[in-house]
């Protein structure tokens, strides 16, 4: 008798163990993707986001995020040479500018 004929390989085909073990770490790397998205470090209780990460947010490029720091249109907190922005400053400053857009179409 060959050795090999007596292994049988753990599949998620052929075994529900390896299949309830590989959908629980699907699920798993699903919540912990999520408390990394949701979880930002916050600075006395505010969120703040980098240029990168605002750039991302609202589809512009990080030399257009520059322009509306020199415009004055976003505000934005430098500590160092690292420009910060609060979340619920851009939130004020995006509702501010939809409300006025609907004032204008009316």
């Given at each position: 008798?060959?050795?090999?004929?007596?292994?049988?390989?753990?599949?998620?085909?052929?075994d529900?163990?390896?299949r309830?073990?590989?959908?629980?770490?699907?699920?798993?790397?699903?919540k912990?993707?999520?408390?990394?998205?949701?979880?930002?470090?916050?600075?006395?209780?505010?969120?703040?986001?980098?240029?990168k990460?605002?750039?991302?947010?609202?589809?512009?490029?990080?030399?257009?995020?520059?322009?509306?720091r020199?415009?004055?249109?976003?505000?934005?907190?430098?500590?160092?040479?690292?420009?910060?922005?609060?979340?619920s400053?851009?939130?004020?400053?995006?509702?501010?500018?939809?409300?006025?857009?609907?004032?204008l179409?009316?």
């Amino acid at each position: 008798m060959n050795d090999n004929e007596n292994i049988r390989l753990l599949t998620p085909e052929n075994d529900m163990r390896v299949r309830s073990f590989f959908s629980s770490l699907e699920n798993l790397s699903k919540k912990v993707e999520k408390i990394r998205k949701d979880n930002k470090p916050s600075l006395d209780g505010e969120r703040y986001y980098t240029d990168k990460e605002l750039a991302v947010m609202l589809k512009v490029s990080r030399r257009s995020l520059q322009d509306y720091r020199n415009n004055g249109i976003l505000p934005y907190t430098q500590i160092g040479g690292r420009i910060l922005y609060r979340a619920s400053d851009i939130e004020r400053t995006l509702t501010d500018g939809y409300k006025e857009a609907y004032r204008l179409n009316r």
